[in-house]
């Protein structure tokens, strides 16, 4: 076992935990984990792009009404506009570190001269990209700006086990992580004055996802054992549109291309959005997700299709470069033939709760991106707000660790990790049958439209599968199979509650028992039993 010291731990390597290390002092001492290669992240396998008020025919307030409108109203107003408020900012910041964004064929572009798309639920032009693979165009500009600088150490092949706790002056603070590391096959001690958790979501709990396979809930389970809060996890967002296909896994069509122009058909070539919703295609993406599940259980197809080949071929070709190259490869040519899409898991809307500076209830850590819940979603992520709240959000959390750096004394010594009374696992079956186990019955039973009894039999098999994996983990040695099953078990579980809880349909929560939204929607806060809630904050007593 090996123990590290740093100034601040950011357990994530995506934009939310890159955006942390770059703007925090050059002077703190950073240790960046990440659980695979650094490209492993949710962020490099985005395509769409980012939102952001760029032009003059634009306005902050149409950004915040829309972002209100997509979130079935349960949007928190206070995030929303610190969000979009900051939005031009954190484009500029992008561009200044290295991001080759989209620009216009002609200069008539205002202030940036970047080409801005439209996506669903948006009611003006405000999505800068760079073509379809805005993602890995951050992520690269990023990642070499993380490089360069001397202060940030890199862990990559490493999974975070659990938070460790002390106790200083009666109040429990967050002091670390145990981190395992994979190619050691050891579990080491990260000691921090400072945590962040920006391991991205969860939907990996379910068997079909658009999201890599580390999505796995870390941060989230990691954060409730510890004592925080989580809210709003009922609204678990399937994008619409991946591609179907048995060689196309976790292949996401970019929302840009409905953006464009790009119709969905059913197999006998019948175009139904404009009976779901008067915006049609346009629609936010849990109406477009419900519209394709319904024609598919009405009419019992494996898939429906996306069409934009009556576009001009070039213009296909140009703008969406990595959907047109991927279906090549699968035989499907975008400027002539359709693409087979299914609904699939792929953002979660809930988190860890946390303040306008990324602060949770247990003191020293911070949540950002994808694992945290500041209330900008609401009932329904609107498409590309998530990577401008990583930068967001993530400069505010930076800029409140390097204002209270001095306050915090650095951890000396915790807790060894002990494995003296586990031995090896003899029976590995059980945590792949479980795996499988897990993400079908959240298929079946809590997908996009759920009922009372479909949920109540997700929860009595989740809790039976929680039994039976606390008790492998104790008896054995950790593997990061077992660690993500862990995780994943305790994001079901959460999912499930946050469900039975919320007696209205409302955005991504479609419930046929209750088929009404309530007049008054308030969010679903699980309370661990041994939570750490602060009493510093009116946001956390709403």
Not at 200 to 221: M, Q
Not at 434 to 452: A, H, P, S
Request: charged share 25%.
């Amino acid at each position: 076992m090996a123990v590290y010291h740093h100034d601040v731990l950011i357990i994530g390597s995506g934009a939310a935990g890159l955006t942390v290390a770059l703007n925090l002092p050059s002077d703190t001492r950073v240790a960046v984990i990440s659980k695979g290669e650094l490209t492993h992240a949710s962020t490099w396998y985005a395509q769409g792009g980012v939102a952001a008020v760029l032009d003059e025919t634009d306005s902050l307030e149409s950004h915040i009404a829309d972002t209100h409108v997509a979130g079935a109203h349960l949007c928190h107003d206070d995030a929303v506009r610190k969000t979009v408020e900051n939005g031009p900012d954190a484009i500029r910041w992008l561009i200044d570190l290295g991001v080759d964004f989209t620009r216009l064929d002609r200069g008539d572009g205002g202030e940036f001269g970047y080409h801005l798309t439209r996506e669903g639920g948006h009611s003006h032009r405000r999505i800068i990209h760079a073509a379809d693979a805005t993602g890995i165009a951050i992520s690269r500009a990023l990642i070499d700006q993380t490089l360069k600088r001397d202060n940030i150490e890199l862990f990559e092949n490493r999974v975070a086990v659990d938070l460790l706790l002390g106790n200083e002056g009666g109040d429990t603070h967050c002091l670390g992580a145990y981190i395992h590391d994979q190619e050691q096959d050891r579990t080491d001690v990260f000691l921090a004055r400072s945590v962040v958790l920006a391991t991205g979501g969860a939907s990996k709990v379910y068997l079909y996802t658009s999201n890599p396979d580390v999505a796995t809930g870390d941060g989230i389970a990691m954060a409730w054992r510890a004592g925080c809060r989580v809210a709003n996890m009922e609204f678990m967002q399937f994008h619409p549109t991946c591609l179907y296909h048995p060689k196309a896994k976790s292949f996401l069509v970019t929302e840009a291309i409905r953006g464009e122009g790009g119709r969905l058909f059913l197999p006998n070539g019948h175009r139904f959005m404009p009976e779901h919703d008067q915006r049609a295609e346009l629609a936010p993406r849990d109406v477009v997700a419900r519209a394709i599940d319904y024609e598919m259980k009405r009419f019992g197809v494996d898939c429906v299709y996306l069409d934009i080949s009556h576009r001009p071929a070039d213009f296909i070709i140009n703008h969406f470069p990595t959907v047109y190259a991927k279906c090549l490869q699968l035989g499907i040519d975008i400027t002539r033939d359709p693409m087979p899409v299914v609904p699939a898991a792929h953002y979660t809307c809930g988190g860890v709760i946390t303040d306008m500076n990324g602060q949770t209830d247990l003191p020293g850590l911070y949540a950002i991106g994808e694992t945290a819940f500041t209330g900008l979603h609401g009932a329904n992520r609107m498409a590309s707000n998530s990577l401008l709240e990583c930068f967001v959000f993530g400069k505010a959390a930076s800029e409140h660790i390097a204002r209270h750096r001095a306050d915090v004394p650095l951890p000396q010594t915790a807790p060894e990790w002990d494995e003296s009374l586990v031995t090896e696992a003899d029976e590995d079956v059980v945590i792949s049958h479980n795996w499988d186990e897990l993400r079908r019955f959240m298929w079946d039973y809590v997908g996009i439209v759920r009922t009372v009894k479909r949920l109540q039999r997700a929860k009595h098999r989740a809790d039976l599968l929680q039994s039976e994996i606390d008790e492998y983990y104790s008896n054995y040695r950790i593997s990061p199979d077992l660690l993500e099953l862990r995780n994943l078990v305790v994001i079901a579980d959460l999912i499930i509650r946050s469900a039975l809880a919320r007696k209205e349909s409302r955005g991504l929560h479609n419930m046929l028992d209750f088929p009404d939204s309530v007049d008054a929607p308030v969010d679903t806060v699980l309370v661990p039993d041994n939570a750490r809630v602060r009493s510093d904050d009116p946001r956390f007593h709403g």
